[in-house]
């Protein structure tokens, strides 16, 4: 009996040498296959996100389609695969075309020991960005107040601090579709805000004073997309977006 069993499992075993292997290979071809279509390098589109309508706003390599907010020349760097507005030459460094209703995705990494910077979303005028815009808030401080990280600054202050902190790069999602606005940083929805519901110039809904001269509900629901230098360095990478 042993002999017998001996000789069918040296019969079977060219068979099994033979098709393990192939299985590994087919494995190995499906995970790059699946790999090719979910993933991208940096500062590039996947296949999928073609499909879907993405543009890609910064390239990785040059800042083409990038302006100062006061059209002096730029002076923005490219650095570790990122857009460093600091040093620019101006309060903000946008993009040259206008959006109104869209996604914007982007990874922001903030200078160590301390950093204030912002994203601003539908600027409609240039020469006063901060009273024509809402800013989403860059910032090392760990607090999740209304100039917290992932605030709709001076209006809205997100659930909790989700950021990784200084010198870690931070995923943002930042979507603007009518009146609604709300952040994402890191997969956690932190912000959001319904500006038809801020009627009165200089006051939040529950009656606290802002800073802004006009009410939030008579904002522009178009405009530019800006990357702002306030004096500290602070990286910007991946910046993706997709019109609603």
Not at 56 to 82: Q, S, Y
Not at 185 to 190: E, S, W
Not at 214 to 232: C, E, V
Request: a negative charge; hydrophobic letters at 35%.
């Amino acid at each position: 009996m042993q002999t017998q069993h001996f000789i069918r499992l040296c019969s079977l075993a060219p068979w099994r040498l033979c098709v393990r292997p192939c299985l590994a290979v087919l494995a190995l071809v499906g995970a790059a296959i699946v790999g090719e279509i979910a993933w991208a390098a940096d500062n590039e589109l996947t296949p999928a996100e073609k499909d879907e309508g993405w543009v890609l706003l910064f390239n990785g390599t040059d800042l083409t389609g990038w302006k100062n907010n006061d059209d002096k020349p730029v002076l923005a760097r490219i650095e570790d695969g990122g857009i460093n507005p600091h040093g620019s030459g101006g309060y903000l460094l946008v993009y040259d075309k206008p959006f109104g209703d869209f996604v914007l995705t982007c990874d922001v990494k903030m200078d160590q020991p301390f950093c204030n910077s912002g994203i601003f979303v539908r600027n409609g005028d240039l020469e006063d960005p901060v009273q024509s815009s809402l800013e989403m808030q860059v910032v090392t401080d760990p607090a999740p107040d209304m100039h917290g990280f992932g605030s709709i600054y001076d209006l809205v202050a997100p659930s909790k601090n989700a950021s990784h902190g200084a010198g870690n790069w931070d995923s943002i999602e930042i979507r603007c579709e009518g009146p609604y606005v709300t952040v994402t940083v890191n997969g956690a929805k932190v912000t959001s805000i319904n500006c038809n519901e801020w009627t009165e110039p200089g006051k939040r809904p529950d009656g606290t004073a802002t800073k802004f001269k006009k009410a939030i509900k008579d904002f522009p629901r178009k405009g530019h997309i800006g990357l702002q230098d306030h004096g500290y360095n602070v990286w910007f990478k991946n910046i993706k977006l997709r019109e609603l």
